[in-house]
């Protein structure tokens, strides 16, 4: 594509396009077709400045603070509309430029709106308390108050869906936002925030600065106006986020990786846990911090359950995603592409064998699109890379266990704790491994649910703090105690009261 035949993308600031200062651009890619289609403004920490200045001044003053809590629900409730409205238009958005299939981004698009309803309702139900205090003459209590500017740092996968939980909640606290999307995936994000300002989201509440992660996303992070950081990624970009934000004491919230044990029992009814497999791991391309990478499967039933899966990811339809027919889509980016393939050979070298996949799709139906097979590895130990690191692609390690506590000690052997699959139809050992798994979301015999009200978030290395739900609001306010004194006589002081 020319130039000029190409679609832009400046950034957002304050309520109007920026163009980058330094005047750089880069280009975005069709995964499917292998080809550019966009190009998105290269920022910088000039850019950066900009964007926090505004968020800042759009917090401290204008309407955005004068506003109550009840007319910041009833804004977000209209922007939810607003995004409903324009739902077709942000997944086909997304599909071109991340590759996600038209089959589960017209449906997610259609979710999104939930959340900003949902906090839209929260935005005045979250009170502060009165205090029993332990000492006479003294009336004391607590405020909620919004933390601040609040930068927002989201990963390729899913931009829009990933970003509505951190950024409706942020909005209901009352904080300002700025937005660092993937440079992979930047599209669906400006197209987003252009809707939200025209459903009335006052300018420099939300804004938006593209490129790369040294350029903008560390500047961003170490902005001395920015006093939270919201990001989701991969744990050794998230750790480093945590290290350069203690240095200034700012709060992280960190939605990070995951290596989740997909547990099947010899009880389970073995055709919904089969189902439960395949949708742990394929669906969305394995493209997922949730996927249930690691199958542990009951050594009585391993066999059975092993051809089942092989058997059903082997009829799955790939290419276009832009076809509703279409159930495993590419992979995102070059990059992920080359890391997922390298994963397939270290498998390989370590002694698993490939009962299915194993290497880049070459059906004509994907074209020159970046694709992998679907890739089901078997005499996998949990010691092997494989099973221990995320490969985030359509890539599963099949593991047996000969019982409960074997498989408890198999799916904590871990570093990461983000989702876990259950699947049997003993009830108390439903209960004991929902209670006994390392993780901060057991599934029992499901997989892959999420709801607007449901907390959601890991343990160990898979992150900190929680999106979505009640607690999700939590992460984006202050507590502030204020003391009266209605009648306590004067004391020392010297000495405290």
């Known amino acids: 594509?020319?130039?000029?035949?190409?679609?832009?993308?400046?950034?957002?600031?304050?309520?109007?396009?920026?163009?980058?200062?330094?005047?750089?651009?880069?280009?975005?890619?069709?995964?499917?077709?292998?080809?550019?289609?966009?190009?998105v403004a290269r920022g910088s920490a000039k850019d950066v400045d900009v964007a926090v200045s505004?968020?800042?001044?759009?917090?401290?003053?204008?309407?955005?603070?004068?506003?109550?809590?009840?007319?910041?629900?009833a804004l977000l409730h209209r922007l939810g509309d607003a995004i409903a409205a324009h739902a077709t238009e942000l997944a086909e958005?997304?599909?071109?430029?991340?590759?996600?299939?038209?089959?589960?981004?017209?449906?997610?698009?259609?979710?999104?709106?939930?959340?900003?309803?949902?906090?839209?309702?929260?935005?005045?139900?979250?009170?502060?308390?009165?205090?029993?205090?332990?000492?006479?003459?003294?009336?004391?209590?607590?405020?909620?108050?919004?933390?601040?500017?609040?930068?927002?740092?989201?990963?390729?996968?899913?931009?829009?869906?990933?970003?509505?939980?951190?950024?409706?909640?942020?909005l209901a606290a009352g904080c300002t936002v700025v937005i660092k999307p993937s440079e992979f995936t930047s599209a669906s994000t400006l197209e987003l925030v252009a809707v939200l300002e025209e459903a009335g989201l006052p300018a420099g509440v939300v804004n938006v600065v593209t490129g790369y992660g040294a350029e903008v996303g560390g500047p961003l992070?170490?902005?001395?106006?920015v006093r939270k950081i919201s990001f989701t990624g991969s744990d050794a970009t998230g750790r480093h986020i945590n290290e350069l934000?203690?240095?200034?004491?700012?709060?992280?919230?960190?939605?990070?990786?995951?290596?989740?044990?997909?547990i099947v029992f010899e009880d389970a009814d073995l055709d919904s846990a089969v189902n439960?497999?395949?949708?742990?791991?394929?669906?969305?391309?394995?493209?997922?911090?949730?996927?249930?990478?690691?199958?542990?499967?009951?050594?009585?039933?391993?066999?059975?359950?092993v051809r089942r899966v092989v058997e059903l990811a082997g009829t799955a339809r790939m290419g276009n995603p832009r076809d509703e027919r279409t159930q495993v889509g590419p992979i995102?980016?070059?990059?992920?592409?080359?890391?997922?393939?390298?994963?397939?050979?270290?498998?390989?070298?370590?002694?698993?064998?490939?009962?299915?996949?194993?290497?880049?799709?070459?059906?004509?139906?994907?074209?020159?699109?970046?694709?992998?097979?679907?890739?089901?590895?078997t005499g996998v130990h949990n010691s092997m890379r494989i099973a221990q690191e995320e490969v985030f692609g359509p890539v599963l390690a099949v593991i047996p266990f000969a019982d409960e506590e074997e498989a408890v000690a198999i799916a904590n052997d871990s570093r990461f704790g983000l989702g876990a699959g259950v699947w049997t139809t003993d009830i108390g050992r439903a209960f004991r491994m929902s209670e006994r798994v390392q993780s901060g979301t057991v599934w029992v015999n499901t997989y892959r649910a999420v709801s607007f009200m449901a907390p959601f978030?890991?343990?160990?290395?898979?992150?900190?703090?929680?999106?979505?739900?009640?607690?999700?609001?939590?992460?984006?306010?202050?507590?502030?105690?204020?003391?009266?004194?209605?009648?306590?006589?004067?004391?020392?002081?010297?000495?405290?009261?």
């Not at 395949?278 to 499967?297: K, P």
Request: glycine share 10%; hydrophobic share 40%.
């Open 332 to 377: 995102t980016t070059r990059p992920q592409l080359a890391k997922v393939l390298d994963y397939i050979d270290v498998a390989r070298r370590e002694g698993a064998h490939a009962a299915l996949g194993g290497h880049r799709a070459s059906r004509p139906e994907c074209g020159s699109g970046w694709f992998v097979e679907p890739t089901i590895f």
């Open 93 to 170: 958005t997304e599909v071109r430029d991340n590759g996600k299939l038209w089959a589960e981004m017209s449906g997610q698009l259609s979710y999104v709106p939930q959340w900003f309803h949902y906090f839209g309702g929260l935005a005045d139900k979250v009170e502060g308390a009165v205090l029993p205090l332990d000492k006479k003459g003294f009336f004391a209590y607590t405020r909620k108050e919004p933390v601040g500017v609040t930068a927002i740092i989201t990963p390729w996968n899913s931009p829009v869906l990933l970003l509505a939980w951190k950024l409706a909640p942020a």
């Open 221 to 225: 992070v170490e902005h001395p106006l």
């Open 276 to 305: 439960g497999v395949v949708s742990g791991i394929f669906a969305a391309t394995g493209q997922t911090c949730i996927a249930g990478s690691r199958l542990l499967v009951h050594e009585s039933v391993h066999d059975e359950v």
């Open 54 to 73: 505004a968020a800042h001044a759009a917090f401290t003053s204008g309407p955005w603070p004068r506003m109550t809590r009840t007319e910041r629900g």
């Open 245 to 262: 934000a203690a240095r200034h004491l700012k709060h992280v919230s960190l939605e990070l990786g995951g290596k989740s044990p997909n």
């Open 457 to 497: 978030g890991g343990v160990k290395d898979s992150g900190l703090g929680r999106e979505n739900g009640a607690a999700a609001i939590e992460e984006y306010f202050e507590t502030k105690t204020v003391w009266l004194n209605t009648g306590a006589p004067s004391s020392n002081p010297f000495v405290m009261r």
């Open 1 to 39: 594509m020319t130039e000029k035949s190409m679609r832009s993308y400046p950034m957002h600031v304050d309520g109007v396009p920026h163009e980058p200062l330094d005047g750089d651009w880069f280009e975005t890619e069709d995964p499917f077709l292998g080809e550019t289609w966009a190009r």
